[in-house]
Structures are given as C-alpha cells and as structure tokens.
C-alpha cells in the first residue's frame, strides 16, 4: 500500500522568504508520479508540480521546484520568495504508476505567509 | 485552460433523501474522472474512479450502492449520494484527467453537502 507522510506543523513564513515542505512517501511500485496540490480556503484544489519516479531531474514550475530524492523516497516542494497568496494547505500525493492516477494524499502542511 | 466546474458548490438536503452532484470538465475532454471525499481539517479520501462508458471503480470500503457514479460524456461524471445520512455531510470534489495525458489531472471546486 502507498503511505504519504507531511509531518510539519503549520508554518508561518516572511514574505519574499522561501519555504520547504516535506513529504516522505513509501511504495513498493516502481513506477509512481507525486504532485504538490495548494488548497486555499476556498476549497479547491490547485496543481502546483508533477515529478516522475523516472524523471532525472527535480521538476521546476515558475517559484514552485520538486526536492526528489528518490533513494530517500522524498518530495519536499520549495516556494521561493513566498507571497501573501501562497497562504494555504499544501498537499503532496502519489500515483500509483505511469498513467494511473488514482492519487493518495498526505495530511497536509499550513503555511501562513506573513507581511 | 483545464477548467473543472462542480455543481452545486453547496447542497443542504434532509436525511433520507438523495442529492446529485455533478462534474464537468468545461474546455478539454476527461477518459476519466476521479471523486474525492474531504473531512474538515483532513485530506482527501480516494473515493472511486470513473471511466467514460464503464462502471465506475470503487476504493475499498466505499458503499457502490450509496454513492452512485455515472460518466455520460468525455465531459460529465455525476455522483449521486443515495439515501443520505448525517455522517455523509463532508466536502465532495471531482478531479479529471485529460484525454491522453499521462498525468495531468484537474480539480473541481468542491461540493459542501450537509445532511440534516
């Protein structure tokens, strides 16, 4: 069975500052995607970054890069010079392989950007 | 681009009775399309998996009787909730993958069903 882990507390984070979030994933496929979704309050549910178990280099999407390390089975995400609109739940998931996106979710990370 | 509509955004309906929500994907064509169910303050539950012009795929321990999925069109999946109860009041929300990606799948905005 997949298990995504987002074990950080809520976080507040200076604006124009940068900020990781964690996530360790466990799975036994070889082939798996993991994403980084942004729920603002409002509820729904935003795509920020796609990476690839085969994918050689960390996926970059504009401020939003992918930290993988795959010996490690993690997929921290960076926000660099954070904004008064990154305030939100972030969430790392899984696929279950190469075109399966049946996704399992982590609990999620608050972040607070502050002024 | 890749725009995902829910309807209704919020439903209020009594114990006993059944609610339909549906899911469009508004400017690109979805194979397949993917509730979700979401507690407050928790993370989204894989629901099912619905596929153009077949059954619908159930995650184990989802009620296939209750919760009803029928994907019509490459553009609409709805999920009915069948005889609802209090402990269906949850945030509903439908994702769908574009035709022919291999990855990339979009949200809805989500459907707030309270059940009293």
Redesign the interface.
């Known amino acids: 069975a997949q298990k995504i882990t987002q074990t950080q507390p809520g976080m507040f984070v200076q604006e124009k500052e940068a900020v990781t979030l964690d996530c360790t994933y466990d799975t036994s496929d070889p082939s798996y995607g993991l994403f980084w979704y942004k729920q603002p309050s409002s509820g729904e549910m935003i795509f920020l970054i796609y990476q690839g178990s085969y994918d050689q280099q960390n996926a970059t999407e504009g401020r939003y890069s992918l930290n993988f390390q795959k010996a490690r089975k993690s997929a921290n995400l960076v926000i660099s010079a954070s904004q008064l609109g990154d305030s939100a739940m972030y969430f790392c998931a899984m696929s279950r392989g190469y075109g399966n996106n049946r996704l399992a979710f982590g609990k999620g990370n608050q972040v607070v950007v502050i002024p | 681009g890749a725009v995902v509509s829910q309807h209704p955004s919020r439903v209020i309906c009594k114990s006993g009775t059944s609610v339909k929500i549906e899911c469009r994907s508004l400017d690109f064509q979805a194979t ?1 399309m ?1 509730w979700y169910r979401q507690f407050p303050k ?5 629901m099912a ?1 619905s596929n153009e012009g077949s059954k619908a795929t159930y ?1 184990q321990g989802v009620e296939k009787d209750k919760f009803l999925i029928n994907h019509a069109s490459l553009t609409l999946s709805t999920l009915t909730v069948t005889s609802a109860h209090p402990e269906d009041s949850s ?1 509903y ?1 439908c ?1 769908a ?1 574009i035709r022919g990606s ?9 459907t ?1 069903l309270t059940v009293t």
């Open positions: 397949t993917f928790q993370s989204l539950m894989l998996t995650e945030f929300i994702s993958q291999n990855y990339e799948q979009y949200f809805g905005p989500g707030r």
